[in-house]
């Protein structure tokens, strides 16, 4: 098995992608946390078409506290297991009651409704918290594996492996790093390899070249 310095060879993919802001639309921590469970399952350009109406109608959790289900139906009923996120969220606005007593803590997070490790993660980063985990997201499965950087299929079983392979101060990066590289260049079909900032360290860019030799 290869011996690879994962926290050195993965630096110019972190600097590629550092601060860059996640591509749900959101405007507040509030907003953030909504479109986050909105999103699961469901694409992060239909969640930014559909919120906006529905952000001028509940504009903070306090509103939505008061919302009832057919309220939240019209506005957001289309999004993929839309009944459950609807559930979720009323029951989510009921237990915070205000913006201000959103937490990003891990801990905090995944106790409530809708909200699971890569949720929770996705929050903490764009809240600018600290790390306790890496997101591992639809396209973070893809492109580990590719690189050679973890093996599992399972996305707590994954993160763990990247946690132990990335220093906990790159965490925050590492995961939406990862996520836009395969958004961007580690594609489904036809990657780009050549122009990935990680290719030197691939495996999976190592026997596409290895087949052409």
């Not at 405007?27 to 350009?45: F, T």
């Not at 919120?51 to 306090?62: L, V």
């Not at 915070?96 to 993660?121: C, F, H, Q, Y």
């Not at 790159?170 to 260049?185: H, K, P, Q, T, Y």
């Amino acid at each position: 098995m290869r011996k690879v310095d994962w926290a050195k060879a993965l630096q110019p993919l972190f600097q590629k992608y550092i601060g860059r802001k996640h591509p749900l639309d959101y405007k507040n921590r509030y907003q953030l946390v909504v479109m986050v469970i909105l999103s699961a399952r469901d694409s992060d350009k239909h969640v930014n078409d559909i919120t906006p109406p529905f952000f001028k109608a509940f504009p903070t959790m306090k509103r939505l506290a008061k919302a009832k289900a057919g309220d939240l139906q019209k506005f957001i009923g289309k999004v993929r297991n839309g009944r459950n996120k609807i559930a979720w969220l009323m029951d989510l606005a009921k237990t915070i009651g205000t913006d201000e007593r959103i937490p990003t803590a891990m801990d905090e997070l995944t106790v409530l409704a809708g909200i699971g490790r890569k949720s929770a993660n996705v929050i903490i980063r764009e809240s600018g918290g600290k790390a306790e985990g890496i997101i591992v997201d639809l396209h973070v499965l893809r492109v580990a594996p590719r690189l050679g950087i973890a093996a599992d299929e399972d996305p707590r079983k994954m993160e763990k492996q990247l946690m132990e392979a990335i220093p906990q101060e790159d965490w925050n990066e590492a995961g939406m790093a990862l996520s836009f590289l395969g958004r961007e260049i580690c594609r489904p079909t036809d990657p780009k390899c050549p122009l990935c900032p990680a290719n030197k360290v691939c495996s999976y860019y190592s026997g596409i070249r290895g087949k052409h030799k």
